[in-house]
């Protein structure tokens, strides 16, 4: 390869760090790239390079080969976290502890912060906060209180308040309902009810209400986290609904089920049936479990073994968003084939040469030896390994004999993958499909 003098660079660190670099020589290598950048900018830690491709568009794709940057290419930053799992005994495993590797967990953009010690009532209109500040002056005159509030003036009470708890979780718990009618009363005594014991039950009734009403707001509009459990009809998406199939479990049914599950995943030959049926059935366990105690891995895997197998996975996506993850996928892939084909033929270097490979062995244009082909080169595009994204299996012909390998099948197996990943994946799916979580995922 030719070398150039004064290779002049883009690299960008965030957004709001942007900057310009001369490299003496042009680098051969991977290495040699990564070591004059560590060496211009005194960077310490471990990176991953993307560069703007010009054949996307000049979009960010990763760099495995020096060979595709342009003369003045740009270069983006991409720092490395080393993970590692540190053992831990079964008597630890149950605590939530930092003996395993900790991942933060993706929050719902609209909730940051977890429920407050004392809920701060929020502000209402002017004209309101005047009509009740005028009636607490009157209660601290004679201790008169208002005997019935204005409907007007309650609807916007209770729609500013329903507003707030909703940025702290979607499903607020009887605590936590009782906990923002004794802050209404506190701050305005005229609200306080004399013939409550408490002196706030029907306020609380009449948040729980328009609670379960402004979420029924957010599931038309279509805001997930509440929509996927939006009733029995499934009126938050097209056919059937997630939890149509699901059957409600009958008291001290759940954790029966979970450990007949357990020692079923035992066997050498489980039953797929027993194990779908049961998954099924402790499925609103399994996901409060997920994201309100966040469990280690190794704690997860224990507990819910039939979770991590292949057909489980895709299942669980479909208890979750109601849409099949397979199906998805490939209706996708298609749509993309064509374009995918074209950028194959167009790629240079290295990888260009094995999808230039991949592309003899296309014999027909037949619609699933184009998908297979383009499920092959997909990794070498993305600079992933192969031997990591699927496997190749053969499948018996007629007579015993065995399909050559250009017409053998792409099978996916989605427990070869890295098993924080699958696990991070699922709790994302739960938060934004339920509830805030407000602690981190102990890996």
């Known amino acids: 390869m030719t070398t150039f003098v004064n290779m002049t ?12 670099v001369t490299l003496e020589t042009r680098p051969t290598t991977m290495e040699d790239l990564k070591r004059m950048l560590q060496v211009s900018f005194g960077l310490q830690y471990s990176f991953d390079l993307q560069f703007q491709d010009p054949e996307f568009n000049f979009e960010l794709c990763n760099l495995t080969d020096v060979g595709d940057l342009p003369d003045k290419p740009t270069l983006k930053i991409i720092p490395l976290l080393d993970l590692s799992l540190i053992e831990s005994d079964a008597a630890s495993e149950d605590q939530h502890s930092s003996v395993d590797t900790e991942i933060l967990s993706v929050s719902s953009v609209e909730r940051q912060e977890p429920w407050p010690l004392i809920f701060d009532i929020p502000n209402f209109s002017v004209d309101v906060e005047y009509r009740l500040r005028q009636a607490d002056l009157k209660h601290l005159a004679d201790g008169s209180v208002l005997k019935k509030v204005p409907k007007d003036m309650k609807h916007e009470m209770l729609e500013k308040m329903a507003e707030h708890m909703y940025s702290y979780t979607a499903y607020p718990t009887n605590q936590q309902y009782e906990s923002v009618a004794k802050s209404l ?33 957010r599931s038309r509009s279509g805001c997930r986290d509440v929509s996927v ?46 194990i779908k049926q049961n998954m099924d059935l402790t499925f609103a366990l399994r996901r409060n479990e997920v994201v309100e105690t966040a469990p280690p891995i190794s704690s997860l895997m224990q507990r819910w073994p039939a979770l991590f197998t292949n057909e489980q996975i895709c299942l669980e996506f479909k208890r979750i968003v109601g849409k099949d993850l397979q199906q998805e996928f490939y209706s996708a892939l298609d749509d993309h084939t064509t374009r995918l084909m074209d950028i194959f033929k167009a790629k240079r270097g290295n990888v260009g040469e094995h999808l230039a490979q991949l592309l003899l062995q296309m014999q027909s244009l037949d619609p699933t030896e184009k998908r297979t082909v383009t499920l092959r ?13 699927f496997k190749s299996t053969f ?7 065995r399909l050559t390998t250009k017409k ?5 197996d989605i427990t070869k993958f890295n098993i924080p990943r699958v696990c991070h994946l699922l709790v994302v799916i739960y938060n934004r499909t339920h509830v805030h979580l407000t602690g981190n995922l102990l890996l």
């Open 408 to 412: 053998a099948r792409l099978y996916f």
């Open 377 to 389: 080169g997909l990794p070498h595009l993305l600079g992933d390994n192969p031997t990591e994204f």
């Open 395 to 401: 499948v018996s012909g007629g007579g015993g004999k």
């Open 185 to 217: 009363i506190s701050k305005h005594p005229c609200l306080r009810e004399s013939g409550s014991v408490s002196g706030c039950s029907g306020w609380k009734n009449s948040i729980s209400y328009k609670m379960a009403n402004y979420r029924r707001k």
């Open 9 to 20: 660079t883009r690299v960008i660190f965030t957004e709001a760090a942007i900057r310009k």
């Open 229 to 274: 459990n939006a009733g029995k009809r499934g009126r938050h998406t097209q056919g059937d609904s997630v939890n149509k199939k699901i059957k409600k479990p009958k008291k001290g049914e759940l954790n029966s089920s979970r450990t007949e599950m357990e020692d079923e995943m035992k066997k050498k030959t489980p039953n797929g049936r027993l």
